[in-house]
């Protein structure tokens, strides 16, 4: 993809205050790629008109247009206009609040699912517990011993066979 500014306007550059960036892509599909230029700009401007009647002041524009595709041009557009209303949004205030709820959410699952594989058994459960580990090992190691000293029959004891009998 390679972009080509195309069209740039600054306006009303004695204006200080909140502002709003919108950045858009579109793409005019003519197969001969004639007007394409000229129906994109009328796009723009259509969008900076529409900003113009909701009584924002449009500070700047940007065209960049793309024609690599074979059949369509790609248009990347933006607009910087003020913010009229003084509402301004902090994003960086939502950002971090929409963070910390996430956190939040998340660290209460994680308990909620420990709580329910963790069974409290007190100090009496605990010493119940050991016995019971200790006595498990206890007979895994007596049974391994029988199996490591069980006498094994020796190659001399076998009866052979005696021929000429």
């Known amino acids: 993809m390679a972009w080509d500014k195309i069209y740039e306007k600054t306006m009303n550059s004695s204006y200080r205050g909140p502002a709003e960036q919108c950045d858009y892509t579109f793409s005019i599909g003519k197969p001969d790629q004639w007007g394409a230029r000229q129906d994109a700009i009328k796009h723009m401007e259509a969008h900076i008109i529409e900003l113009q009647k909701q009584g ?30 003084g509402n301004a949004l902090p994003w960086g205030l939502i950002i971090v609040a929409v963070l910390v709820i996430i956190a939040l959410f998340v660290i209460y699952h994680t308990i909620k699912q ?9 100090p009496a459960g605990a010493t119940a517990m050991s016995f019971a580990v200790a006595g498990i090992v206890g007979i895994t190691l007596i049974g391994m011993v029988y199996l490591i000293a069980k006498p094994k029959p020796s190659i001399e004891s076998k009866p052979r066979k005696q021929e000429g009998i």
């Open 56 to 85: 924002q002041i449009v500070l700047e524009y940007y065209l960049w247009e793309d024609r690599s595709p074979t059949f369509q041009t790609d248009y990347y557009c933006r607009v910087v206009a003020s913010d009229t209303t």
């Open 114 to 122: 420990v709580k329910q594989i963790f069974e409290y058994l007190g």
